[in-house]
């Protein structure tokens, strides 16, 4: 059998650059609608059954009075929770989307190593990568408000401005995360000790539960360099309709010089290690 | 500037450094236009640098480079666009089913879906997978996903195709269809270059071949002057017990050469029959002895006083 039956097609060329990272998403789109169910639990369950502990369960003794009121600016715990934990839900979900997932893809299944091959290059690669997590975030994201909504935890229409918000510093944590995974040779104790001493105390530590001037006064600019922050303030202002210009312009500069910087890592870091 | 009709590839003073260790160290090579060409060698001789040098998947260090007439440091891409890679390992997408590899992979190249699925078809025939085309590859056999391998490389229509160490690991049945669907590349007029260290692929496949050692071309030439030039017609190969092993300088004066491998001697010769009645003259009795036509395995043995696959 010959290889005539299809017909010959134009000169091939290179995708163009935004072309070629929308392939890219599509292959890991590709990859999803054939196993969303293994990743269905860490990306929906997981922030139900924190909405469920926290806003729901623990948010009924926080019942709007005191300094609980002070806090929270008089408005149900529930409401002021659901926009952070919007937040956080997207950056825990970007730190492991971008972790194993990119390893894989230089090591074990060796998929970045096949697209390199072909006329996509690093960049388109990594960019490629980056945007479908930031979609994938953001769809997860969206069922999440939903949820939020039922629960009675939505005040008002900002809380859409607050799933962008949630999206952008998930992608700004994903870019950084990512060009972290891609120096990693091996699994070793690289992710966990990425997730135990940043992950971590970056969800517990970022005013998401409570506001931040509950800490020591020593701790507090940890919090202040903590992407999170940046993005529960913001998307907290934009939920409860509360905003603060000056310190909203700061809190987006913020995320976006860190994607800005994480894509610039990131997108070299995969072009080295791909062609060697 | 090379007439790009008959250099696909064109390699002069090639070479690549991984820090202080220099993998290949200064090649010449031109590849025309629908040969077969080859790299044959050891683990380790730089074949598989080379090959990813040409795939435009690793810049080189020194000296130039050009493939289908263009420059790899500079238009990677478009090279990439127009050439087919089988890698040493398997890259497939696991998760992903056998017509779900093509479709993704073309896509990769920018062809429309409407043309990559006729295409998946037309190679899922070409590789002898349409009846498992909606299963998953995992479990598919080591001789299914090198030929899926295959089919994926040519979903852009290469013109040319890189295939390194395209059956290593295979069963010899798996192996031999796997040269038949090359061979019908090779019909149809696709360039190939393939690096192996099985020498009967080699003659099998290979129009020319360059034999690398070290990082250096050692030999070059079509499988049988390299035959011609570097041994004998033929070969008489001896084994004996240990206590009746003669020095290696017994057997010398026989034949025209004579190479000591741990356990067995091999003696070149034009007329394998005839040494082989000297040699009971002389009353040497080997435990076995067998003549046969001289292979590139013995060309590489002269050229380097090694055997390849250890």
Redesign the interface.
Same mark, same amino acid.
């Given at each position: 059998m010959a290889l005539v039956e299809v017909p010959a097609r134009p000169a091939p060329d290179a995708p163009g650059r935004l072309r070629g990272a929308l392939i890219v998403a599509e292959h890991h789109w590709t990859w999803y609608r054939r196993n969303w169910r293994a990743t269905v639990v860490s990306s929906v369950l997981q922030p139900l059954l924190f909405l469920l502990a926290f806003g729901v369960g623990f948010g009924a003794l926080v019942d709007g009075t005191g300094r609980a009121a002070t806090a929270t600016g008089g408005v149900d715990y529930l409401v002021w929770l659901a926009p952070a934990l919007l937040a956080m839900s997207a950056v825990q979900t970007a730190a492991f989307e971008s972790t194993y997932p990119v390893l894989s893809g230089f090591k074990w299944q060796r998929g970045y190593h096949a697209m390199a091959a072909t006329p996509l290059t690093g960049a388109q690669i990594a960019v490629g990568h980056l945007g479908w997590i930031g979609a994938k975030m953001f769809a997860s994201g969206a069922i999440y408000v939903a949820v939020i909504a039922l629960f009675g935890g939505v005040q008002s229409v900002g809380i859409v401005v607050s799933l962008l918000v949630a999206t952008l510093a998930g992608m700004s944590v994903a870019s950084l995360v990512m060009w972290f995974a891609a120096t990693v040779e091996n699994e070793g104790s690289a992710f966990s000790a990425l997730f135990r001493f940043v992950v971590i105390p970056m969800t517990l530590f970022s005013g998401t539960f409570f506001p931040i001037d509950r800490l020591p006064v020593l701790v507090q600019p940890v919090a202040w360099v903590s992407p999170l922050w940046h993005a529960t303030e913001l998307a907290r202002s934009a939920a409860l309709d509360a905003w603060r210009p000056v310190a909203a312009a700061g809190h987006l500069a913020h995320l976006l010089v860190l994607l800005a910087v994480g894509t610039l890592l990131v997108t070299r870091r995969f072009a080295r290690r791909l062609a060697p | 500037m090379p007439n790009v009709s008959d250099a696909l590839v064109q390699a002069r003073g090639l070479r690549k450094r991984?820090g202080s260790f220099e993998a290949v160290r200064g090649i010449d090579v031109d590849v025309a236009r629908g040969e077969v060409f080859g790299f044959l060698g050891p683990n380790g001789a730089g074949k598989s640098s080379t090959m990813r040098m040409i +795939?435009?998947? /690793?810049?080189r260090t020194e000296g130039s480079l050009q493939v289908l007439g263009m420059d790899p440091g500079s238009d990677?891409?478009?090279i *990439? +666009?127009?050439i087919g890679?089988v890698?040493q =390992?398997d890259?497939?997408? +696991? #998760? =992903? /089913?056998v017509r #779900?590899n093509l479709e993704?992979?073309g *896509?990769?190249?920018?062809?429309s879906r409407r043309?990559v699925r +006729?295409?998946a078809a #037309?190679l899922l #025939?070409?590789a002898q997978l349409a009846e498992r085309a909606g299963d998953p590859v995992e479990p598919l056999s080591g001789g299914m996903k090198r030929r899926l391998t295959i089919a994926r490389s040519?979903v852009?229509?290469p013109e040319l195709l890189l295939l390194d160490e395209p059956t290593t690991g295979l069963d010899p049945q798996a192996r031999h269809l796997l040269w038949d669907r090359l061979y019908? =590349?090779k019909r149809?007029g696709v360039t190939q270059i393939i690096t192996t260290h099985y020498m009967d692929e080699a003659e099998q496949l290979c129009d020319r071949l360059v034999v690398m050692d070290g990082g250096v071309i050692v030999a070059e030439g079509s499988p049988t002057e390299l035959i011609e030039r570097y041994s004998t017609r033929e070969v008489l190969e001896l084994r004996f017990t240990p206590e009746a092993r003669p020095e290696a300088g017994v057997l010398e004066p026989l034949v025209d050469r004579v190479e000591e491998l741990p356990d067995r001697f091999l003696l070149y010769t034009a007329d394998g029959e005839r040494a082989q009645a000297e040699l009971a003259r002389a009353g040497l009795t080997p435990l076995s002895a067998l003549v046969r036509r001289s292979s590139l395995e013995d060309v590489f043995l002269r050229l380097t006083g090694r055997t390849l696959v250890d």
């Amino acid at each position: 059998m010959a290889l005539v039956e299809v017909p010959a097609r134009p000169a091939p060329d290179a995708p163009g650059r935004l072309r070629g990272a929308l392939i890219v998403a599509e292959h890991h789109w590709t990859w999803y609608r054939r196993n969303w169910r293994a990743t269905v639990v860490s990306s929906v369950l997981q922030p139900l059954l924190f909405l469920l502990a926290f806003g729901v369960g623990f948010g009924a003794l926080v019942d709007g009075t005191g300094r609980a009121a002070t806090a929270t600016g008089g408005v149900d715990y529930l409401v002021w929770l659901a926009p952070a934990l919007l937040a956080m839900s997207a950056v825990q979900t970007a730190a492991f989307e971008s972790t194993y997932p990119v390893l894989s893809g230089f090591k074990w299944q060796r998929g970045y190593h096949a697209m390199a091959a072909t006329p996509l290059t690093g960049a388109q690669i990594a960019v490629g990568h980056l945007g479908w997590i930031g979609a994938k975030m953001f769809a997860s994201g969206a069922i999440y408000v939903a949820v939020i909504a039922l629960f009675g935890g939505v005040q008002s229409v900002g809380i859409v401005v607050s799933l962008l918000v949630a999206t952008l510093a998930g992608m700004s944590v994903a870019s950084l995360v990512m060009w972290f995974a891609a120096t990693v040779e091996n699994e070793g104790s690289a992710f966990s000790a990425l997730f135990r001493f940043v992950v971590i105390p970056m969800t517990l530590f970022s005013g998401t539960f409570f506001p931040i001037d509950r800490l020591p006064v020593l701790v507090q600019p940890v919090a202040w360099v903590s992407p999170l922050w940046h993005a529960t303030e913001l998307a907290r202002s934009a939920a409860l309709d509360a905003w603060r210009p000056v310190a909203a312009a700061g809190h987006l500069a913020h995320l976006l010089v860190l994607l800005a910087v994480g894509t610039l890592l990131v997108t070299r870091r995969f072009a080295r290690r791909l062609a060697p | 500037m090379p007439n790009v009709s008959d250099a696909l590839v064109q390699a002069r003073g090639l070479r690549k450094r991984f820090g202080s260790f220099e993998a290949v160290r200064g090649i010449d090579v031109d590849v025309a236009r629908g040969e077969v060409f080859g790299f044959l060698g050891p683990n380790g001789a730089g074949k598989s640098s080379t090959m990813r040098m040409i +795939a435009c998947v /690793s810049p080189r260090t020194e000296g130039s480079l050009q493939v289908l007439g263009m420059d790899p440091g500079s238009d990677g891409p478009r090279i *990439r +666009a127009r050439i087919g890679v089988v890698p040493q =390992l398997d890259n497939l997408d +696991a #998760e =992903l /089913s056998v017509r #779900e590899n093509l479709e993704i992979y073309g *896509r990769y190249f920018g062809l429309s879906r409407r043309h990559v699925r +006729a295409k998946a078809a #037309e190679l899922l #025939e070409f590789a002898q997978l349409a009846e498992r085309a909606g299963d998953p590859v995992e479990p598919l056999s080591g001789g299914m996903k090198r030929r899926l391998t295959i089919a994926r490389s040519l979903v852009n229509d290469p013109e040319l195709l890189l295939l390194d160490e395209p059956t290593t690991g295979l069963d010899p049945q798996a192996r031999h269809l796997l040269w038949d669907r090359l061979y019908r =590349l090779k019909r149809d007029g696709v360039t190939q270059i393939i690096t192996t260290h099985y020498m009967d692929e080699a003659e099998q496949l290979c129009d020319r071949l360059v034999v690398m050692d070290g990082g250096v071309i050692v030999a070059e030439g079509s499988p049988t002057e390299l035959i011609e030039r570097y041994s004998t017609r033929e070969v008489l190969e001896l084994r004996f017990t240990p206590e009746a092993r003669p020095e290696a300088g017994v057997l010398e004066p026989l034949v025209d050469r004579v190479e000591e491998l741990p356990d067995r001697f091999l003696l070149y010769t034009a007329d394998g029959e005839r040494a082989q009645a000297e040699l009971a003259r002389a009353g040497l009795t080997p435990l076995s002895a067998l003549v046969r036509r001289s292979s590139l395995e013995d060309v590489f043995l002269r050229l380097t006083g090694r055997t390849l696959v250890d």
